[in-house]
């Protein structure tokens, strides 16, 4: 049964047309996160909540937006995206086990930007 | 600063044969190790983590990894390869810096298992 879902897997957008990707989650966890990923490339961190707190990493440009309106739902929300926004977004979810957060991860939502 | 390499940017192994993908980490402190598998246009999955204890760590698919310190490495092993296992393989390692465990990625590795 999936845990952390992602809609849409594949999302196509123009040049500069704000885009929506969602993330839904029935694991309960109060850490949801985001992360881009170019091809070959390992995920960078966008930006993480911790229940309601939202955190920003320094580097993520400004293009770049989240809600988090419930605990099971989180969404990213390019506001005018460019080519180089063009990549694997993944969505992760995790919660505090053993000492340590184990993070569970989306099938991605796969943006083109035309 | 607090780093995680994986020196190899693919390794190609026979089906049947052990494999080895090398991670090695620069942190402060005891470190918490993860690594994940990510199958091609999928998310990633975790496989095991280090948080203390036996430095020999076994994890999902017959895979285990072992936490040398003094090397700095947490080598991922699996003792008999499959077509399967063909993947692309992340080491990662808790950002001691941040909060409510944000992971520091390895560039990556490309397993490649042939028949």
């Known amino acids: 049964d999936a845990m952390v879902i992602q809609n849409p897997r594949y999302q196509v957008t123009q040049f500069g047309k704000p885009v929506t990707l969602s993330c839904s989650q029935t694991l309960n966890h109060n850490v949801m996160y985001w992360y881009q990923q170019k091809s070959s490339q390992a995920p960078k961190l966008l930006f993480h909540?911790?229940?309601?707190?939202?955190?920003n990493e320094a580097d993520t440009p400004d293009n770049f937006q989240s809600r988090r309106p419930n605990t099971s739902f989180c969404f990213l929300d390019i506001r005018s995206p460019g080519l180089g926004d063009a990549a694997m977004y993944l969505c992760a979810t995790s919660i505090l086990s053993s000492g340590a957060y184990e993070q569970f991860f989306g099938p991605g939502t796969r943006l083109t930007v035309l | 600063a607090q780093s995680v390499a994986q020196p190899e940017d693919q390794v190609n192994v026979a089906e049947g044969n052990p494999l080895t993908v090398k991670c090695t980490y620069s942190v402060s402190g005891n470190p918490y190790l993860f690594w994940y598998v990510q199958y091609p246009n999928r998310g990633l999955q975790f496989l095991l983590k280090?948080?203390?204890?036996?430095?020999l760590v076994k994890g999902s698919y017959g895979f285990e990894a072992e936490f040398n310190k003094s090397q700095t490495s947490f080598h991922l092993k699996k003792p008999s390869a499959l077509v399967s296992d063909s993947a692309l393989y992340f080491c990662?390692?808790?950002?001691?810096?941040?909060?409510?465990?944000?992971?520091?990625f390895g560039k990556g590795t490309k397993l490649s298992v042939k028949p």
């Open positions: 990662a390692v808790r950002d001691m810096m941040g909060s409510q465990g944000n992971l520091i």
């Open positions: 909540y911790y229940d309601k707190d939202f955190n």
């Open positions: 280090y948080i203390t204890g036996d430095n």
